[in-house]
C-alpha cells in the first residue's frame, strides 16, 4: 500500500473540489483549496523530490494543458495525467512526459462502455501505460462507473468479472468514491472491500480519506492491496487531518 500524491488543475490552478459540484454550467464549483503560492509545477517537483512516483494530474475542464504540461515537465516519467485524454491525444501527452493517461469519459460514453474507444486507445498508449479511471457510484447494492464530471451514471457494473475484463487493456485502476470525494467524511468501506479483493491489477483508491486513521482503515479493510490518494485532508492542500510528511515517510518504510 503505497501513497499516490494528486495535483487537480481547474482553471490552470492547483484546486480541491467537491467532486460533485463541478458541472458543466458556468457557476463556479466548491472549493477546499485553491493554490496561491504553488504552481502544478511546483506540486510536480515536490513530489518527485520526495520520490513519489505513480501520481496523478487531473485536467477539470479546459483552460489546464500549459499548466499539466510543466507538471510533467518538472516530473518526466513521474506522473499520469487524465481528463479529456481520448485515443487523439494520448500519444501527445505520453511524448509530453506522462508515465500514463488516464482514460475515463472517452471509454464509457452514452451510459455504457465503449469497446472501440477502449481498443484504440489502449493501441495508442500501449496496456502499460494505460490507467481506467472507474469512478464508481452506488446504484441499489451495486457500484457502477460514473462519468462526465460524475453527473451520468452507466450501465457498467464494478464487480469481479468486469475488473478482470478490463484489466486485460490497462496497467492500473484509477478509482474515485464519488460520494467521499472532496467531503474529508472518511473512507467508503464497502467499496475498498470490494477492490481490495476483486481487483486483479494495482488499484488506487481516491474518496473521503480524512486521517492517518482512515488510511489505516483502508489498509485493514483493504488487505493491504490498495493504493492511495489524499486531497483536500493533506496539510499541504490546506488541510489538517494528514501531514504530508508523514505520508513521505510511510512511503520509504
Known sequence: MRFR???????GVVKQIVGSTLT???????????????????????????NLPGGHVIKLGPGNDEAAAAALAAYPGGMHIGGG???????????????????????????????????RVARVAGTEKLVLDLSCARRGDQYVVATDRWRNLTDFVVDRTNLEFLADYCCEFLVHATEREGKQ????????????????IPTVYAGGISSMEDIETMNE?????????????????????????????????
Open 85 to 119: 485524454v481520448t485515443a487523439d491525444n494520448a500519444g501527445d501527452w505520453l511524448d509530453r512526459g506522462a508515465a500514463a493517461v488516464i482514460v475515463t469519459s472517452y471509454v464509457f460514453s452514452e451510459g455504457e462502455l465503449n469497446r472501440d474507444h477502449l481498443e
Open 24 to 50: 458543466n454550467e458556468s457557476r463556479m464549483p466548491d472549493t477546499n483549496f485553491v493554490s496561491s503560492e504553488r504552481s502544478a509545477a511546483d506540486f510536480a517537483a515536490l513530489y518527485a523530490g520526495d
Open 5 to 11: 500524491p494528486c495535483i487537480d488543475l481547474h482553471e
Open 221 to 253: 479493510q483493504g488487505g493491504g492491496q490498495l493504493n492511495y490518494t489524499v486531497g483536500s485532508a493533506l496539510d499541504i492542500f490546506g488541510g489538517s487531518g494528514v501531514r504530508y510528511a508523514d505520508l513521505v515517510n510511510l512511503n520509504r518504510d
Open 185 to 200: 467524511a472518511g473512507i467508503d468501506g464497502e467499496l475498498v472491500r470490494l477492490l481490495g479483493s476483486e481487483s486483479p
